[in-house]
């Protein structure tokens, strides 16, 4: 059972069907796992387990944060017992550009745990383009952080997207939907054609149609398509940027991209999608 496998059972076993009763400190609780508050130094969140309890301290911050953290070491006490942990679990980009497995295991329980499919899924069904607008309100309805989110979206696996994060226009960590072909490498250092560049300079968020290659490397046919870019102000001087990959000619994997393209033709149903 993979770890948000094991969240979402917990939830089910809860009964629980709206975002607003996943109470994580209750689940804690549940589980054997006290939570306390209290400053940690050169960490975020500390677990320390004896036989079947165990204090989870969280160091405070704000409620989005603090749940993700709960959640993290929650994931840890459930999957990883017997061991003590010393987390770094306020910003979840940081385990996902890191190697951990244990961390990663542990973020991605806390991100179904917060963000269960089951509740999350409808609403990310009825986005038509999606925009931190979107984000920003399923980190309200969540109570999640905005990193957290944007890469629960992209894991979610239902709209064709790609959550990347920039620092100094490096990037910092990705999150890609799981349908979206290996073969859009996105580029490393930020395009000085692409939104975030500017919005890394000194804008605050921008949002409109890119050629794909302002945003894929080494791609000999990106130039061919557009996607759709929206970047926004992260934290600490980063940049937050959600690539929409609109046509649905990029979904397809290069080898079958012109016998399916040919079908189509010949069925007389090629369409794009913008
Ligand atoms: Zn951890």
New binding site residues.
Partial sequence: MSPGERAENLIADFGITSPEDLDVVAFAYDAGLEVEFDELEGCD?TLMGFENRAIATIRPSNVGRERFSIG??LG?WEMHRGKS?R?R?DDPGETLASNSE??KH?DEYAAHLLMPRPLLMPMVMSVERPSFKHINEFAEIFQTSRTATCIRLAQIDTLPIIAACYRGNDLRWLSRAPDVPKKWIVKRRLDEDSFAYDVMQHGKEMQGKQPAEVWFDDNDVAEEYEVMEHSARGRDGEVLVLIYLTDVEMMTPRSNRRREADDEISHGRYSRRR
């Fill in positions: 969140a993290h070491e840890h942990f987390c679990v244990q961390e542990a």
